[in-house]
């Protein structure tokens, strides 16, 4: 069974700022993970959220495995998304 994929406000905002070519090439990797979201989803243990590596770029998501739901929560590079957002 697939998993839902949901973007979230602050993630469609991230994906408007990089170049299409980047934006296009993350969100085609989300997409990918759909059917079995633990082979590349990883869990980000100070966090509690999982993250997904393309390139030097990191999408950041919430994992309900009850509900089946990627819920994506922010996307960006890896040298500053983990920064706290103001």
């Known amino acids: 069974m697939t998993f839902e994929l949901i973007f979230d ?3 469609r905002k991230d994906f408007s700022k990089l170049p299409e070519r980047i934006a296009k090439s993350i969100f085609r990797k989300c997409r990918e ?3 079995n979201p633990m082979r590349h989803w990883k869990k980000n243990i100070d966090r509690g959220d999982y993250k997904l590596r393309v390139g ?3 999408a950041i998501a ?3 495995f009850e509900l ?3 819920a994506v929560t922010k996307v960006g590079l890896r040298h500053n998304i ?3 957002s103001k």
Do not use: N
């Open 62 to 64: 919430d994992i309900d």
């Open 82 to 84: 983990y920064q706290k």
């Open 33 to 35: 993970t759909k059917s």
């Open 56 to 58: 030097d770029y990191r």
């Open 9 to 11: 406000k602050q993630a």
């Open 68 to 70: 089946k739901r990627i």
